[in-house]
């Protein structure tokens, strides 16, 4: 039985544990000699049934906390296989941190799926969970000498070359050179590469009674049904309030003037897979009528019953100023 772990996603992979239903792809891609010669503990020829060997091994050894060899799955299929082995105490694996808890990672990607960056987005993600959830302060690696797609992997993951050796390899028949990799938290968490920054400007619509508008994010969009302010991302070379100004005719079909934009405060907020920058601005003036230009939902709401409408989280810690301010 597989043992139980809560699978690792990445942008584009889930990295989970093998089930025996892997053994026959994963067969089929280790036993490739461009694949199998890169490998220390793979032999070749791949006999059909160290697959299945291979897959109760790591359930054992998983549920042992020994070690943490997992399937990489991309879009449902799988692509590879990514693990990570701790040092045993005293064991002074080549490589191995001289103190600490450190675990030794190697990882594969069947030849359909070279090229895509995969390798260092599983190895990536795996080293850092383990980092944070077994708590290493180490994380080594070796890749063959002549391997340097291998190599440019772990220095992309933030590994830093620790020295030269000679490892057996079982596909090569005996021991090959390798360059050593290391590195802890700090070197892995420097690596990851930073979110992009998404400007996007909003405005709280203010009318004479004091009630705030609000616009239902549509189906079919990120967050759909959550309530935002309205506006949105600021055009490369617009400003935030050129933004607004195009945005609210768009949207609301109304004329603002800059004049008439306060700015009033601004979120800053890490989405998944942005960063989210949005000045929020007050305005009280405009021309026209407000009409949802875009089939949303609208809606006219008194700053105390803001926090009954769900809202994007950026927009949380803004509800409470407006509600404080207003
Ligand atoms: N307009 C607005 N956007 C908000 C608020 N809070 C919040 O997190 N956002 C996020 C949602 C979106 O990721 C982004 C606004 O971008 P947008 O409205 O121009 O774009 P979108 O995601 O709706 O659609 P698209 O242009 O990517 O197709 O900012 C808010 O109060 N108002």
């Given at each position: 039985m597989p043992p139980d772990?809560?699978?690792?996603?990445?942008?584009?992979?889930?990295?989970?544990?093998?089930?025996?239903?892997?053994?026959?792809?994963?067969?089929?891609?280790?036993?490739?000699?461009?694949?199998?010669?890169?490998?220390?503990r793979v032999p070749f020829p791949y006999p059909r049934e160290l697959a299945?060997?291979?897959?109760?091994?790591?359930?054992?050894?998983?549920?042992?906390?020994?070690?943490?060899?997992?399937a990489i799955e991309a879009a449902g299929t799988l692509v590879g296989c990514v693990g990570l082995t701790l040092d045993r105490p005293g064991g002074g694996q080549p490589g191995g941190p001289p103190g600490g808890k450190g675990a030794e990672l190697g990882y594969?990607?069947?030849?359909?799926?070279?090229?895509?960056?995969?390798?260092?987005?599983?190895?990536?993600?795996?080293?850092?969970?383990?980092?944070?959830?077994?708590?290493?302060?180490?994380?080594?690696?070796?890749a063959l000498r002549d391997n340097l797609r291998s190599q440019a992997v772990l220095r992309r993951i933030g590994l830093q070359p620790a020295?030269?050796?000679?490892?057996?390899?079982?596909?090569r028949?005996?021991?090959?050179p390798v360059l050593l990799f290391r590195g802890g938290k700090a070197e892995l968490q420097a690596a990851v590469p930073p979110k992009p920054v998404v400007l996007v400007a909003a405005v709280a619509l203010i009318d004479p009674d004091g009630r705030i508008l609000l616009a239902q994010r549509p189906p079919g969009k990120p967050m759909a049904g959550l309530w935002e302010f309205p506006g949105g991302k600021?055009?490369?070379?617009?400003?935030?309030?050129r933004a607004l100004?195009?945005?609210l005719k768009e949207e609301l079909d109304i004329d603002v003037t800059e004049a008439c934009l306060g700015p009033f405060t601004f979120a800053s907020h890490a989405y998944e897979k942005f960063h989210l920058l949005m000045p929020l601005y007050l305005c009280r003036r405009w021309g026209g009528q407000v009409r949802?230009?875009?089939?949303?939902?609208?809606?006219?709401?008194?700053?105390?019953?803001?926090?009954?409408?769900p809202m994007p989280p950026a927009d949380v810690p803004l509800v409470a100023m407006l509600r404080d301010f207003l």
């Open positions: 772990f809560t699978p690792l996603r990445t942008a584009r992979l889930i990295l989970r544990p093998l089930a025996l239903e892997d053994a026959a792809p994963l067969h089929r891609l280790v036993n490739d000699w461009e694949v199998a010669k890169t490998l220390a299945d060997e291979w897959i109760a091994s790591t359930w054992v050894q998983m549920a042992e906390g020994e070690a943490w060899h997992l594969w990607v069947g030849r359909p799926s070279w090229g895509q960056g995969l390798a260092p987005e599983a190895a990536g993600a795996l080293s850092r969970w383990a980092i944070e959830s077994l708590g290493l302060s180490t994380i080594h690696a070796s020295g030269e050796a000679m490892q057996p390899f079982l596909s028949g005996g021991p090959m600021v055009d490369p070379g617009e400003t935030p309030e100004i195009r945005e949802g230009m875009e089939g949303q939902t609208l809606a006219w709401v008194r700053p105390q019953k803001l926090a009954e409408y």
